[in-house]
């Protein structure tokens, strides 16, 4: 039996649905619940001709520029979890099964893929295109998580968003389907979901399923129905619910609300797993308005603040979101692999653990924190409703500390 891929969430919502011309965007990160995510910004770069990346296992060819780039990531790995870029691309991944094994072998891992999709693609279909020619190229596999025990591998699938449009990508080895989305919401989760809406595919797909015996050719050639385990393809999506129940008003708040809630499963505290990162992203599908990217950088989102960041040049580097970094002599670098587990806490989480230790032992303290913490959130979202209904330009000088002043000021609350 094949390990379960932990149950993330990720979502987009398009006007009509969506509020005033936003295209509204949301993931849970669901992984190992001791595992620390990191919240990274790096500038965009240009780099020689003939160098090279070194990604978490593999190092491939680099590419003459890259965009600049906010990332939400397991801070062992060099990839992202989800994230964006300063063309308001934002990508995030989901784990899958298939009926094909994925492969142990180190290649590239999903989370690399999101990363470089966002260094790399100035809209979302330029994304999907370096997405899926890596794939071609260099394979995907190697351990999803910090385990020296046992490798954990996955195929994987994403959604990969900009101000115009959203594509499902979902992948199979380095076979693969997509469908292009204008309206409406879509949630994708832990499972394959493009059924017979294909509007781009491997070239090879259908022959290469018909060689396997997994298709005939004569009924309509449905994604997941080949590729999934027997009776895996399940409508999987609680979240899709609640965000329809916004009607045609999904704004970030709204967003936020479907990633908090525990009930409908959306917000991951299980056993094995939990929701340990997450992101909103509000993309003004009007290009004069900047995007605006909030993330927790801390676990369960019900507990956590959403901090809003708005790409400008010499945005403040925020080392209090940052995982401590071990060079060449971290274990998930050396062969053999994750031989030990370093301390990755960074301030951010560590403050969060001691709240909720205050949560759990002294409930009037821990709520009133916690409400006082949601006050800073709503001034936050209220600033930046601000900034997305104005008149007048951004000025950038305006916004150049705000994700650090946020951390900043819920570290103080803290103290």
């Known amino acids: 039996r094949m390990a379960a891929a932990p149950p993330s969430y990720c979502f987009v919502a398009f006007p009509p649905c969506s509020k005033d011309g936003l295209v509204v965007f949301g993931k849970n990160s669901a992984r190992p619940r001791d595992e620390v995510q990191e919240v990274v910004y790096f ?20 590419v003459p520029k890259t965009h600049a ?16 870029n300063e063309h308001g691309v934002c990508v995030a ?10 492969s142990e072998s180190e290649a590239l891992l999903g989370m690399d893929l999101v ?111 080949v590729f999934s385990l027997a009776d895996d393809h399940l409508a999987c999506c609680s979240g899709r619910e609640s965000l329809e129940k916004q009607g045609g008003d999904i704004s970030a708040q709204a967003m936020i609300d479907v990633l ?12 094995s797993f939990l929701t340990t990162a997450s992101i909103v992203s509000v993309l003004p599908q009007d ?56 301390d990755r806490r960074h301030e951010l989480y560590k403050a969060h653990e001691w709240a909720r230790s205050l949560l ?8 009133k924190l916690m409400r006082i913490m949601l006050d800073l959130e709503k001034q936050g979202l209220e600033a930046m409703e601000d900034i997305l209904t104005r008149t007048e ?9 705000l994700f650090y002043d946020c951390v900043d000021t819920e570290l103080k609350f803290f103290k």
Request: charged fraction near 25%; proline fraction near 6%.
């Open 360 to 367: 759990e032992n002294d409930q009037d303290k821990g709520q």
């Open 43 to 62: 500038a965009a770069a240009a780099h020689d001709p003939g160098s090279k990346v070194e990604c978490t296992y593999i190092e491939i060819e680099q």
């Open 260 to 271: 908090r809630d525990k009930d409908s499963g959306v917000c991951v505290d299980s056993e």
């Open 287 to 342: 290009p004069s308005f900047p995007c605006v990217h909030y993330f927790t950088g801390t676990p369960d989102p019900s507990r956590s603040i959403f901090k809003p960041f708005i790409f400008v040049d010499d945005v403040k580097l925020v080392p209090k979101v940052q995982s401590p970094s071990f060079g060449n002599d971290d274990p998930a670098k050396k062969i053999p692999r994750f031989q030990e587990k370093p």
């Open 69 to 84: 780039v906010v990332l939400s990531r397991p801070s062992w790995l060099w990839g992202a979890e989800m994230g964006a």
């Open 393 to 401: 330009v951004l000025d950038p000088a305006e916004v150049v500390d």
């Open 93 to 102: 991944n989901e784990a899958v099964v298939t009926r094909e094994p994925a």
């Open 115 to 225: 990363r470089l999709g966002l260094e790399r693609g100035a809209t979302a279909k330029e994304a999907l295109d370096v997405i899926v020619a890596l794939l071609e190229e260099h394979g995907q596999g190697g351990n999803y998580y910090e385990d020296g025990s046992s490798c954990h591998t996955f195929q994987s699938a994403f959604l990969i968003v900009d101000r115009n449009e959203a594509w499902i990508l979902e992948t199979s080895g380095k076979y693969w389907a997509a469908e292009k989305i204008t309206e409406g919401v879509k949630c994708i989760c832990n499972q394959l979901s493009l059924t017979t809406k294909i509007d781009a595919e491997h070239p090879e797909l259908r022959n290469y399923v018909r060689s396997q015996g997994w298709w005939n050719g004569d009924s309509d050639f449905n994604f997941s129905e």
